[in-house]
């Protein structure tokens, strides 16, 4: 059996990046992410908007630099068109997001929605399927919760 997750906020500092690019939805994925920090109190936050999901990697990893957060979560949405644009900016977002995180030892959460359609993205934003942007939260917690263990010994 796996070990309970440790998901105390208490005495952590979590930044959000969150991407403007379809805002109906990451507006709801940043609830989400806010009642989950409400939820598990979390000590600190702070919000930064990009433009889209495409921009989440390079403001995540000068969050990570700054130093002043134990994990970075991204939320974005992207959503499938006519031609692959949409597939272009959801690999390079998990890519650049990675690397932020690998780069920086600070864990970068991937809270980035990949749908075929509106309808499938409202579902994992606070309907049917659940808040992507609450889950990413908890994968923060229990990342930096672990990492801090580790560094503490
Ligand atoms: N950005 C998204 O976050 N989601 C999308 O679905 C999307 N599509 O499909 O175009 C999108 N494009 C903008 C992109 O992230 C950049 O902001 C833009 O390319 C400028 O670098």
């Given at each position: 059996?796996?070990?309970?997750?440790?998901?105390?906020?208490?005495?952590?500092?979590?930044a959000?990046?969150?991407?403007?690019?379809?805002?109906?939805?990451?507006?709801?994925?940043?609830?989400?992410?806010?009642?989950a920090?409400?939820?598990?109190?979390?000590?600190?936050?702070?919000?930064?908007?990009?433009?889209?999901?495409?921009?989440?990697?390079?403001?995540?990893?000068?969050?990570?630099?700054?130093?002043?957060?134990?994990?970075?979560?991204?939320?974005?949405?992207?959503?499938?068109?006519?031609?692959?644009?949409?597939?272009?900016?959801?690999?390079?977002?998990?890519?650049?997001?990675?690397?932020?995180a690998?780069?920086t030892?600070?864990?970068?959460?991937?809270?980035?929605?990949?749908?075929?359609?509106?309808?499938?993205?409202?579902?994992?934003?606070?309907?049917?399927?659940?808040?992507?942007?609450?889950?990413?939260?908890?994968?923060?917690?229990?990342?930096?919760?672990?990492?801090?263990?580790?560094?503490t010994?």
């Amino acid at each position: 059996m796996a070990d309970e997750p440790n998901l105390d906020g208490a005495g952590l500092s979590i930044a959000v990046v969150v991407a403007r690019f379809n805002e109906a939805i990451t507006s709801r994925l940043l609830d989400g992410a806010l009642d989950a920090m409400r939820r598990h109190e979390v000590g600190k936050h702070g919000v930064y908007w990009v433009p889209g999901s495409f921009e989440l990697s390079v403001a995540a990893k000068r969050v990570a630099e700054g130093g002043s957060h134990d994990a970075v979560v991204c939320l974005g949405a992207v959503i499938r068109h006519e031609t692959d644009h949409y597939l272009h900016i959801a690999t390079q977002a998990a890519a650049g997001i990675q690397r932020a995180a690998l780069d920086t030892g600070v864990p970068c959460i991937f809270g980035v929605l990949t749908c075929d359609n509106e309808e499938q993205a409202l579902a994992r934003s606070g309907g049917s399927r659940g808040n992507k942007g609450f889950e990413a939260v908890e994968s923060a917690i229990e990342t930096a919760n672990l990492i801090r263990s580790l560094q503490t010994g």
